[in-house]
């Protein structure tokens, strides 16, 4: 019965099996992931103390979650509120998706254009296959200075 008391305690307070994360560490993530409207480029939970609306958006956050929203819902009041530039990170959906897929097109597009330059400036004969052909083209016009000469 102790053991199954002890089980039973150890399953309700590990972190593995359903243990809520921590209001600070919610907001703390939240705020890392929207982006300030002072005007300055930095993240809510990033912009300084002399910024007057950072301490009220975090406040903001703070209280959606205390009033047990989710993070997806906290973002979306955000977004509904502020517009789509408040999320750090753009969703991957019809225009925002170039901003996912145009760095990798480039790079690739970098790459093929790297082999095929590569390729076309490679010589198409070795060193050796042309010194054996001017070889033999230094033996005929020796054959044929030889004939003139004779004559």
């Not at 307070?13 to 982006?35: C, H, K, Y």
């Not at 517009?83 to 925002?96: I, Q, Y």
Request: proline share 5%; glycine share 8%; net charge negative.
């Amino acid at each position: 019965m102790k053991l199954l008391r002890i089980v039973l305690f150890l399953i309700c307070w590990s972190p593995l099996f359903g243990s809520q994360p921590d209001q600070r560490e919610t907001v703390s993530r939240i705020a890392s992931n929207l982006m300030c409207r002072c005007g300055c480029p930095h993240l809510i939970g990033v912009c300084g103390d002399e910024c007057g609306l950072a301490p009220q958006l975090i406040q903001k956050i703070t209280e959606m979650v205390a009033a047990g929203q989710q993070e997806g819902q906290v973002y979306s009041a955000f977004e509904t509120e502020f517009g789509a530039s408040v999320l750090a990170v753009p969703k991957a959906e019809g225009f925002n998706l170039l901003a996912w897929i145009l760095p990798f097109a480039s790079l690739l597009a970098g790459v093929v254009v790297i082999f095929v330059t590569v390729r076309k400036l490679r010589p198409d004969e070795t060193l050796d296959e042309m010194e054996g052909k001017s070889g033999q083209i230094d033996e005929k016009y020796r054959k044929l200075l030889e004939k003139e000469v004779n004559e």
